[in-house]
C-alpha cells in the first residue's frame, strides 16, 4: 500500500498553472499521480476551482503544520460524565458528546474517536465497557484494503470532460442510464433515459453484473446507434464493462462523481415515475418485459410540462401532432 505524502509547493504550482488551462480535477490528479479526492479537497481548503492561489495555499499549510496540536484529554469530569452516560443509557459515543455539551456545556465537547479508543483500549485489559457498544465488539472493525469494482472500473471518462453541448439540452440523443434495484438487492431493472425528451426504455436484467446490464443496454438501443451521442452513468459495478457499450454504440460513456445524483437527474426523475407502478417493496424479479414495455409507453406518451405539455415520443422522434395540426393549411 501506498504512503501517503502531503501536497508539496512544487505541486501547488503546478495544480495551478493546469487550471489555468481550465483542465479538469481528475485530470490534474492524473498528472500529478494523487487520487481526485485529494486535489479537490486541497482546492476547497484554498478558495475553490476559480480562486486557487498556491502561494496561499501553502502558507495557510505552514501555519497549520505549525500550530501545536490539542493534547489527547479524557480526563476528570469529562471522563467520569461521558463514562457515565454511556454505562447508564448504553448511548452509542457520536451522541455522548452533543449530549454533554447541552448538559454542561462546551467545555464538555468531546469526539467519538475519543471514546472508541478508551473502550477498545479497556477492552484490551479485560474491562467490560466494549458491552454497551451496539456491536459489542471488543476491538475496531478491519477496514477492508482490497479494492472493490467500484475502484476498479478503468478508464472512467468524467462528467467534467463531457462536451458543453450535452448540457445544452438542444438535441436528443444525449442518455443517461442507471438500474433500480428490487428489495434485498435481489434483481433489477436497467432504465435509460433521453435527456432533453424523457423518453425512456426499460429492461429486466437478472443481475447487476457489468455483462447482463452491457447486454441489456445493447438490446434496448441497437435500433438507435446511429442516434446516440453521449451516455451517462453513475460509478455503479454494473456499468464496469463501459468500454464495451462505448464502442458497440460508437459513443463515450461518462460518469459522475461519487454521491452525485444531481449530475444525472434526469434517469433519477424517471426512475421516481416507474416507481410510481413498480413501488419499492415488490419483487422485480416477477416483473414481465410485457408490463415494463407498457410502463414505457405510458410514461413516453404522457404530456410533461418541461416539454410544453408535449410528450417525450414527440419530442424524441420529433412527430408532434400539434405541430402538424398547426402547419397544415
Not at 453484473?209 to 452513468?233: E, F, M, P, Q
Not at 462523481?257 to 433519477?268: D, F, G, L, V
Request: charged share 30%; proline share 5%.
Amino acid at each position: 500500500m501506498k504512503n501517503y505524502t502531503h501536497i508539496t509547493y512544487t505541486e501547488r504550482y503546478h495544480i495551478h498553472g493546469l487550471i489555468q488551462l481550465n483542465h479538469s480535477i481528475p485530470y490534474i490528479a492524473a498528472q500529478l499521480g494523487r487520487d481526485p479526492t485529494t486535489i479537490r479537497r486541497e482546492l476547497e481548503r484554498a478558495g475553490g476551482y476559480g480562486q486557487y492561489d498556491p502561494k496561499a495555499a501553502q502558507q495557510q499549510y505552514d501555519q497549520q503544520r505549525s500550530q501545536k496540536r490539542t493534547p489527547y484529554r479524557f480526563e476528570g469530569l469529562l471522563k467520569h460524565y461521558a463514562l457515565t452516560l454511556l454505562s447508564k443509557t448504553d448511548l452509542e459515543p457520536a451522541a455522548i458528546g452533543p449530549r454533554l455539551v447541552l448538559e454542561y456545556g462546551s467545555d464538555m465537547s468531546v469526539s467519538h474517536m475519543t471514546i472508541y479508543r478508551y473502550i477498545y483500549e479497556n477492552a484490551r485489559h479485560g474491562g467490560t465497557l466494549y458491552k454497551h457498544l451496539r456491536t459489542a465488539r471488543k476491538r475496531p472493525k478491519r477496514r477492508n484494503k482490497v479494492k472493490t469494482v467500484r475502484q476498479l472500473i478503468k478508464n472512467r471518462s468524467w462528467i467534467d470532460d463531457r462536451p458543453k453541448e450535452v448540457d445544452a439540452l438542444e438535441r436528443t440523443g444525449d442518455l443517461e442510464r442507471d438500474t433500480i434495484v428490487g428489495p434485498g438487492n435481489k434483481g433489477a431493472i436497467q432504465s435509460i433515459a433521453d435527456r432533453k425528451s424523457s423518453y425512456c426504455w426499460l429492461a429486466q436484467v437478472h443481475s447487476k453484473s457489468a455483462r447482463d446490464n452491457h447486454i441489456a443496454t445493447r438490446k434496448l438501443l441497437k435500433d438507435l446507434r446511429d442516434r446516440v451521442y453521449s451516455l451517462t452513468n453513475d460509478n455503479g459495478v454494473e456499468f464496469a464493462d463501459h468500454l464495451k457499450t462505448a464502442a458497440y454504440l460508437n459513443t463515450t460513456v461518462w460518469f459522475c462523481h461519487p454521491y452525485q445524483t444531481n449530475q444525472s437527474a434526469r434517469i433519477e426523475q424517471i426512475n421516481k415515475l416507474i416507481r410510481q407502478y413498480i413501488p419499492k417493496k415488490r419483487d422485480i424479479r416477477f416483473v414481465q418485459p410485457k408490463e415494463l414495455a407498457q410502463i414505457c409507453e405510458k410514461l413516453n406518451n404522457r404530456p410533461r410540462k418541461k416539454l410544453g405539455y408535449l410528450t417525450p415520443k414527440e419530442v424524441f422522434f420529433n412527430e408532434s401532432k400539434l405541430e402538424k395540426l398547426t402547419n397544415d393549411p
